[in-house]
Each structure stands twice: as structure tokens, then as C-alpha cells.
């Protein structure tokens, strides 16, 4: 069951309080937020409680100071539009997707200003009544004005996942470490542990070992990004609300991917 939004904001105002006296140990960070951590219990969509739940544990962080910038994912729309996009050419079912990751982002948005936190959504692709195109200076100028920067429609291009629009987004921005929130997963296993339950746990992996061993845990083009910038990866459940708070305070929490 989603909690409500009020005793999220309640549990993210005691994990901060736990956490006092202990600054950040990082002052920039790149959230990879699934569309499918957005779904809650629904079978696809948007759940609303989910989303300022979420959006509560993002503004904790960012009010310890630490600047956020989010790649948001389309998975929790697209789904419901797979069937229709059978059979369809790749690049068209890419735009849909990109699309989806737009509604997503403004859902996001909202939340996140009701929890009074400054906003902005950049698009790759060119929607300008919802949101500003991406322009890598101004995103940088967000940050250090205090500004929550959401970025959609991944790269803007087809046949690149939102895995390398996270890659690439934190590279450009100069972030310190890309948090890879999953679903109800703890981090990176040996196989999925929702299949396999001989699945065994890895707190700790280099970027090759995953990419020889087969790890889904990026797309290959990401985790290639990731690695020429010497970009950490921190891949977390986002289910536990004090999950994000842990990493920025140095924390070992699920699976370490670094060179």
C-alpha cells in the first residue's frame, strides 16, 4: 500500500533529522527515476500518492543542500501503449516513448512544488508551452540557483534508452555519482531475484565485470558513458523512503558500480 503524501512529508522530516551534523558528502547528484517506480500497485500509469512520495524524499535531500538533477523514465506509459505500438517502426515507438517521459516529469514537477521546492523541466525534444528546451548552461545555472532541474524526452533522439540520457546528462552537468533508483529491487544481483531465487546480491561491482558479466543494470551505451567520465553508480530500492538521504550522507546503501 502507497503511504498518503502527509506522512511521507512526516518520515522524510525525521529521516532528515537523523542525518543532522552529517553534511553531505556529495554537492551534486543525477537521479535516474523509472517511469515504473511512479506506478505503485497500478498495472501502468501514474499513481499520484507514489509520486509526491517520491517528490517528499527529493526535497529532503535538496534542502541539506545538495543540488538534484533528474532523468525521469516513460516505462509506467509505455507500457500501456505497447500493444498499440506493435509492429510500429522503432524511431516512432522512441518519440511515444519520449513523450510519455514528459507527463511523467510535469507530474513530478508538480509534486515536487507542492512540497515548495523551485522546479524546472528541460525537454530534449522542442515543447516550449510545457517546458524549456534543454540548454546544458542555463540547466547548470538552475542548480546553482537553489532549482530542482527535471530533464525529459531522454536524448531526444531514437534507439538511445533514458539509461544513456542519464549517462550523458550527469557527464555534461559535472555530477558527482548517478543514483540508480529501482522498483523493489535492493540493487544488483547475480540474476533478477524476482525470477531466480538463488539470486545472490553484489554490494560492490566495476562498470566492465557488469558489462562482461551481462549485468542489466544499464544499457551498454550508458554504462560506456559512465565509464570514459569515471561516473559512479549508486543503484538503490527506491521503496525505502530513507534510501537517497543515506547516499548523500556517505552511506553504503545497495550496489557500488564505479571503474
Do not use: W
Not at 20 to 31: A, C
Not at 232 to 254: H, L, Q, T, W, Y
Amino acid at each position: 500500500m502507497i503511504p498518503a503524501a502527509e506522512p511521507t512529508r512526516a518520515a522524510s522530516a525525521v529521516a532528515r533529522e537523523e542525518q543532522d551534523g552529517r553534511p553531505p558528502v556529495y554537492r551534486r547528484v543525477l537521479l535516474k527515476l523509472s517511469g515504473e517506480a511512479l506506478m505503485g500497485d497500478l498495472e501502468y500509469g501514474t499513481d499520484p500518492g507514489r509520486v509526491q512520495a517520491i517528490a517528499s524524499q527529493i526535497a529532503g535531500v535538496h534542502q541539506r543542500g545538495v543540488e538534484v538533477a533528474i532523468v525521469v523514465g516513460g516505462g509506467n506509459i509505455y507500457r500501456g501503449l505497447a500493444e498499440a505500438a506493435k509492429g510500429m517502426d522503432r524511431a516512432t515507438g522512441d518519440y511515444m516513448g519520449m513523450l510519455a517521459t514528459v507527463l511523467n516529469a510535469l507530474a513530478l514537477q508538480d509534486a515536487l512544488e507542492k512540497d515548495g521546492v523551485q522546479t524546472r523541466v528541460q525537454s530534449a525534444i522542442t515543447i516550449s508551452e510545457v517546458a524549456e528546451p534543454y540548454i546544458r548552461r542555463r540547466a547548470m545555472r538552475h542548480l546553482e540557483k537553489g532549482r530542482i532541474v527535471i530533464f525529459a524526452a531522454g536524448t531526444g533522439n531514437p534507439f538511445f534508452t533514458t539509461d544513456t540520457a542519464a549517462a550523458l546528462r550527469a557527464a555534461e552537468l559535472h555530477a558527482e555519482i548517478i543514483l540508480m533508483a529501482k522498483n523493489r529491487v535492493e540493487g544488483v544481483y547475480t540474476a533478477d531475484p524476482r525470477v531466480d531465487s538463488d539470486a545472490e546480491f553484489i554490494p560492490e561491482i566495476t562498470h566492465k565485470d557488469a558489462l562482461t558479466r551481462g549485468l542489466q543494470v544499464m544499457d551498454s551505451t550508458a554504462f560506456a558513458l559512465c565509464m570514459d567520465n569515471n561516473l559512479p553508480i549508486v543503484v538503490f530500492n527506491m521503496a525505502d523512503e530513507r534510501n537517497i538521504d543515506k547516499i548523500v550522507s556517505g552511506e553504503r546503501v545497495g550496489t557500488l558500480v564505479r571503474t
